[in-house]
């Protein structure tokens, strides 16, 4: 499984995201990592992934050509260009929100860990009604 995994740029909690991987991992194994190339975390994820002998596709974010449109820019190129099978939302902004609608907008499931609880048992599957609002709709689907 390919999985993308989408968070703010100040998140700085590498426990909650490898306890998600592991959770996810165990569940639905991950032959793909893909992230944004995040300052702290992207040294975490590739590091579980390698330890796991995954597959890792970074995305860095060109702040200095686009500046504050780098991460939107970035985000949308990403979800198009790796082909996600699932997308984990870690928490975020406004352009964490938007990648996590557009891959739900695509039919992809998004485990959502926004919520620091959800993490320690590894997400939940979420869908987005018509207003953007996230709904559970299996909330023992992936919790380890």
Not at 36 to 41: S, T, V, W, Y
Not at 46 to 52: A, I, M
Request: with cysteine; hydrophobic share 45%.
């Amino acid at each position: 499984m390919r999985l993308l995994i989408a968070g703010g740029r100040h998140l700085d909690d590498a426990a909650l995201v490898t306890r998600a991987l592991d959770c996810i991992h165990a569940k639905t194994p991950v032959s793909v990592l893909i992230h944004g190339g995040h300052a702290f975390l992207g040294v975490a994820i590739e590091d579980w992934g390698r330890d796991r002998q995954l597959h890792i596709l970074r995305y860095p974010a060109n702040w200095r050509v686009l500046g504050r449109r780098a991460e939107a820019v970035r985000n949308a190129f990403m979800l198009a260009d790796s082909r996600p099978d699932m997308v984990l939302a870690l928490p975020g902004g406004r352009d964490t929100q938007s990648l996590v609608l557009a891959a739900a907008a695509e039919g992809l499931p998004v485990i959502d860990v926004s919520d620091r609880q959800d993490a320690h048992e590894g997400g939940r599957i979420v869908r987005f009604s018509p207003v953007d609002r996230p709904t559970p709709t299996a909330p023992s689907g992936l919790r380890a």
